[in-house]
Each structure stands twice: as C-alpha cells, then as structure tokens.
C-alpha cells in the first residue's frame, strides 16, 4: 500500500500546548501535504512541503521532511480548542495524478 | 471563490433506488476527484477526471457511475448499492492532475446511508 502511516492515532493536549504529529510513507515522493479535518467534514489544506525542501512554517505550524527517513512531521505551537480536528498527511507517492492520505492522527485539544 | 459544492449534504436510499451525487466548482481546476471515507479511516480515492476525462478508476465498483458534464461540474451516479457503501462522500478539485499543481480543495461531503 502506498498509504502513510502517522501516529499517534489520537493525542490529547492541554490548550497552549505544542502538538506535534508524524508521518512516515513508503516510497519517493515530489511533495507531502498536510491536511486538517473537523469531524464528518471535508478536508481542508494546510500545507505542502516539497521533496528538496526541509522545514516550512505557516502561522502556528512548522513542517519537517526528512526524506532519508522518509518521514514527516506536523507541530502545532500554542494550540486552541479549535484545533480539535483530525490530521492527515498525502503523498504523490501512488503516481502523480494521485493524492494517497496517511491514517490521520486525531487531535483533541483540551480547553 | 475557493469552495466547492456538494449536493445533497445527507442522502437516504435503498438498495433498489437511482440517485446522484453533485458537485461544482468555480476555481478553473482541471482535474476532480471522488473519494470514499467511512468512519475512522482516511479518504479513499475513487475517480480522478482530468481535463474533464476519467483517468483513474480505482476498481470501484459499477454501480458507482462518475460523470463529468463540464469543467466545473462532476456527478456520481449510484445504483443498486449495498449497506457497506454508507459513506462519507467527498468530492475535491485541484488546478491540474500534477505534482506541482494538486493542492486538493474539499466540498463538504455527502453524508450517504444506504438501507
């Protein structure tokens, strides 16, 4: 299966907390995105970090990519109750008019 | 305009019935997408249209029937569905059907149950 694995599958934080979650895959890919779900909605973009790229920041997230490892990760700084929502990383890995998304992680962000 | 719409929001139908899905968007993307999501689990991918042509078909099933009218619009035909197709159903567009280009833009989803 082309499909990434993240974990963990849920986390708890306390609001202000830093969340941090990971995303590992099987194959090279050309970029890794990062999308955001609320519950029994569609998904939202949240951000794409190219192959020869390392880091990304966007507001409260910082993205990493290490594709030695082939690995990703998704921090979120000083969460929100709003940020409640589960995460899912997507890979091109299945060929390139595809978007192959990771097994989510599920954020629950404690007021 | 950076949505995309999907009609209906909730569908109930049973196993002998015709329904469709809909779905449009505004953006100028080339390339549209359906997927599957049941509870827990991420999306699945369905179909991909590209430049208003089926090019993926993820061995769905024919009793799922996509359609891409024109550029802004992508149906989903079901009929004769079974109980285990109850579903999130959602439809996504992106500029074009490549790696440089396919930051996917979600509707909100049908949210399907089949009796």
């Known amino acids: 299966s082309q499909q990434g694995e993240e974990d963990p599958q849920a986390l708890s934080i306390q609001e202000g907390e830093n969340a941090t979650m990971n995303c590992s895959y099987k194959?090279?890919?050309?970029?890794l995105q990062w999308y955001r779900q609320n519950s029994g909605r569609g998904l939202v973009h949240l951000i794409l970090?190219?192959?020869?790229?390392r880091e990304k920041h966007s507001g409260r997230l910082r993205v990493t990519l290490d594709t030695s490892k082939k690995s990703s990760s998704l921090l979120i700084t000083a969460s929100r109750a709003a940020d409640t929502a589960s995460y899912f990383c997507?890979?091109?890995?299945?060929?390139?008019?595809?978007?192959?998304f990771g097994t989510g992680t599920k954020l629950q962000v404690i007021p | 305009d950076t949505e995309v719409t999907q009609t209906p929001k909730h569908l109930v139908m049973g196993m002998t019935n015709k329904k469709s899905l809909k779905c449009e968007q505004h953006m100028g993307h080339r390339a549209m997408y359906w997927y599957k999501q049941k509870a827990k689990k991420p999306p699945e991918l369905m179909f991909v249209?590209?430049?208003?042509?089926?090019?993926i078909n993820e061995s769905v099933p024919s009793r799922f029937s996509p359609e891409c009218p024109n550029s802004s619009l992508l149906n989903l035909h079901l009929h004769a569905l079974q109980p285990e197709d109850s579903a999130l159903y959602l439809c996504?567009?992106?500029?074009?059907?490549?790696?440089?280009?396919?930051?996917?833009?979600f509707g909100a989803g049908t949210r399907l149950s089949v009796l």
């Open positions: 249209y590209s430049y208003e042509k089926l090019s």
């Open positions: 970090i190219r192959s020869n790229e």
């Open positions: 194959t090279s890919i050309n970029n």
């Open positions: 996504a567009s992106s500029q074009e059907p490549s790696p440089s280009k396919n930051i996917q833009y």
């Open positions: 997507a890979t091109d890995a299945g060929g390139y008019q595809k978007v192959t």
